[in-house]
């Protein structure tokens, strides 16, 4: 994945979906908190 949002890359690492290879983050866009 190119560019995926912080939140859906800690998302990703959370349920484990980054252990076995088949997803790889290539870039993670830095977000500005809300408010």
Do not use: F, N, W
Request: net charge negative; glycine share 12%; hydrophobic share 35%.
């Amino acid at each position: 994945m190119r560019a995926c949002p912080q939140m859906l890359a800690h998302t990703l690492y959370k349920a484990g979906l980054l252990r076995g290879g088949s997803i790889e983050l290539v870039d993670v866009r830095e977000e500005e908190p809300y408010g």
